[in-house]
T-cell receptor, first 113, second 118 residues
Framework: NAGVTQTPKFRVLKTGQSMTLLCAQD?????MYWYRQDPGMGLRLIHY???????AKGEVPDGYNVSRLKKQNFLLGLESAAPSQTSVYFC????????????FGEGSRLTVL | DQQVKQNSPSLSVQEGRISILNCDYT??????FLWYKKYPAEGPTFLIS?????DKNEDGRFTVFLNKSAKHLSLHIVPSQPGDSAVYFC?????????????????FGKGTKLSVKP
């Protein structure tokens, strides 16, 4: 019973490098989300998807791109990493958008030097 | 401009006593509220929710109270246990949000770290 799985769990990047975080869910959820958590800032929505092939911007989308080519996967890309993107990233999915419980992955800790 | 505010970064409570975590919101369009619990090195997990048509929802040791006129909600944990020690996030959304719009996504507070001491 995997739920929401994020890979990798940890990554260290140099400024300017690119990388992709992968999120996979096995609950057949329509909605998927990427959040970042920073000390004293709570969880902030980066991008989200309401279905396969669709994505939309959240509260802090700059510097990130996403893709949802398959219903079960939601990818978060950093084209040119910056130290300000050092954070813990959480992927989540839900069956319903506004009242549904979000199921979160364990998080991916990214450090940009 | 924070729409969901948790003004207490931390709270310490003795085991067996009541823990009360508070949350305020500014957006009068919010009509659904949730609490999430997060342990270190894990993702948040859903704890309890409440719709704006109710003023109280109870689930075991956890009760959420909603005061719409004050735009305030609180989470009560009775009795508190050491295993309840975690960060608690309050979140809110607009159920009436249109499909595809940005409304309707959950807005999270900054969290309150609860420590329950044996």
């Amino acid at each position: 019973n995997a739920g929401v799985t994020q890979t990798p769990k940890f990554r260290v990047l140099k400024t300017g490098q690119s990388m992709t975080l992968l999120c996979a869910q096995d609950m057949n959820h329509e909605y998927m989300y990427w959040y970042r958590q920073d000390p004293g800032m709570g969880l902030r929505l980066i991008h989200y998807s309401v279905g396969e092939g669709t994505t939309a911007k959240g509260e802090v989308p700059d510097g990130y791109n996403v893709s949802r080519l398959k219903k079960q996967n939601f990818l978060l890309g950093l084209e040119s990493a910056a130290p300000s993107q050092t954070s813990v990233y959480f992927c989540a999915s839900s069956a319903l958008r506004t009242t549904g419980e979000l199921f979160f992955g364990e998080g991916s800790r990214l450090t940009v030097l | 401009d924070q729409q969901v505010k948790q003004n207490s970064p931390s709270l310490s409570v003795q085991e067996g006593r009541i823990s009360i975590l508070n949350c305020d919101y500014t957006n009068s369009m919010f009509d659904y509220f949730l609490w999430y619990k997060k342990y270190p090195a894990e993702g948040p997990t859903f704890l309890i929710s409440i719709s704006s048509i109710k003023d109280k929802n109870e689930d075991g040791r956890f009760t959420v109270f909603l005061n719409k006129s004050a735009k305030h909600l609180s989470l009560h944990i009775v009795p508190s246990q050491p295993g309840d020690s975690a960060v608690y996030f309050c979140a809110a959304s607009e159920r009436r949000a249109t499909y595809g719009g940005s409304q309707g996504n959950l807005i999270f507070g900054k969290g309150t770290k609860l420590s329950v001491k044996p």
